[in-house]
T-cell receptor, first 113, second 114 residues
């Protein structure tokens, strides 16, 4: 089975801190995604990556950056955390091309105080 | 681009009753369609998917969905729900020509009442 692992289930950070959310997948998937989930808004794509060192902005990239130095690892970075970034963050991965589905991690619930 | 509309944000239903969760999509190209379930404080788990072939798709936990191309719909159904089906359900699409991005609806919260 595909496994997508997010490094933390719960995080509490202070406003202005630099925050790293880590995600690792073990199925050699080309694509990796970071979503943000808020009540009533569903999942909104922050960034995705289709290869090592490649990234594309999603719908809400402002205030975030990403890093993909190795195929299995995709990091989301909040350069200076703000209270409006309090949310559930979900990482996902998928194979490139057709007939593919997304596999999700357990999520990281981030609270910025 | 693709988009997904889930028409009902909350659906309460009594235990052992049938349920239908509605999903409509818009796309200028052919799509793959998915339903995911999310239990509290967990990630999303795939329920079922439509890639091609039969328009009636069966998934896990007794759920099924029907792809209707003319109505651009992919409604999720279960003939008899259990308490354990209480969860958030998300419909998603991805384009056949790329398969690289997934677009999600805003979710439907299913509450099964004893």
């Amino acid at each position: 089975d595909v496994k997508v692992t997010q490094s933390s289930r719960y995080l509490v950070k202070r406003t202005g801190e630099k925050v790293f959310l880590e995600c690792v997948q073990d199925m050699d998937h080309e694509n990796m995604f970071w979503y943000r989930q808020d009540p009533g808004l569903g999942l909104r794509l922050i960034y995705f990556s289709y290869d090592v060192k490649m990234k594309e902005k999603g719908d809400i990239p402002e205030g975030y950056s990403v890093s993909r130095e190795k195929k299995e690892r995709f990091s989301l970075i909040l350069e200076s955390a703000s209270t409006n970034q309090t949310s559930m963050y979900l990482c996902a991965s998928s194979r490139a091309g057709k007939n593919t589905e997304a596999f999700f991690g357990q999520g990281t619930r981030l609270t910025v105080v | 681009a693709q988009s997904v509309t889930q028409l009902d944000s909350q659906v309460p239903v009594f235990e052992e009753a049938p349920v239908e969760l509605r999903c409509n999509y818009s796309s200028s190209v052919s799509v793959y369609l998915f339903w995911y379930v999310q239990y509290p404080n967990q990630g999303l788990q795939l329920l079922l998917k439509y890639l091609s072939g039969s328009t009636l798709v069966k998934g896990i936990n007794g759920f099924e969905a029907e792809f209707n191309k003319s109505q651009t719909s992919f409604h999720l159904r279960k003939p008899s729900v259990h308490i354990s089906d209480t969860a958030e359900y998300f419909c998603a699409v991805s384009a056949i020509n790329t398969g690289n991005q997934f677009y999600f609806g805003t979710g439907t919260s299913l509450t099964v009442i004893p």
